[in-house]
């Protein structure tokens, strides 16, 4: 069992940064973040495999927000920039010892592990 628990969110301003860090209880082969906007399903932002980015985030975060992993590979950390009211959401960690590692359509299923959430909200 992993325990995963987010921390970072918050309400800013569109334009704003946040950076969200994700602990876990032990090393994990693959971390990722996704996130859920109201009423939407749960879209993949980044994956990080034994420490090394493997998916991206999509098109519409891309350049703007960027996940690596510290040296122990225990946490797991979203820098956000020029944040949006779209980007408005729950943002989740989840792990897994598995391949794939991806945070692409359809891949949330696939993750053993889930932290409660932290919230971010951008006002415009």
């Known amino acids: 069992q992993v325990h995963l628990e987010e921390s970072g969110g918050g309400s800013v301003v569109a334009g704003g940064s946040l950076t969200l860090s994700c602990t876990a209880s032990?090393?994990?082969?693959?971390m990722a973040w996704f996130r859920q906007a109201p009423g939407k399903g749960r879209e993949g932002v980044a994956s990080?495999?034994?420490?090394?980015?493997?998916?991206r985030a999509p098109k519409s975060m891309d350049d703007r927000f960027t996940a690596y992993q510290d040296s122990s590979r225990f946490a797991l950390y979203l820098e956000m920039s020029g944040l949006k009211s779209e980007d408005s959401g729950m943002y989740y960690c989840?792990?897994?010892?598995?391949?794939?590692?991806?945070?692409?359509?359809?891949?949330?299923?696939?993750?053993?592990?889930w932290g409660q959430g932290t919230q971010v909200t951008v006002s415009s």
């Open positions: 990080v495999y034994s420490g090394s980015i493997v998916s």
């Open positions: 032990r090393r994990t082969l693959c």
């Open positions: 989840a792990a897994k010892d598995s391949h794939p590692c991806s945070a692409a359509f359809g891949a949330a299923q696939e993750y053993t592990w």
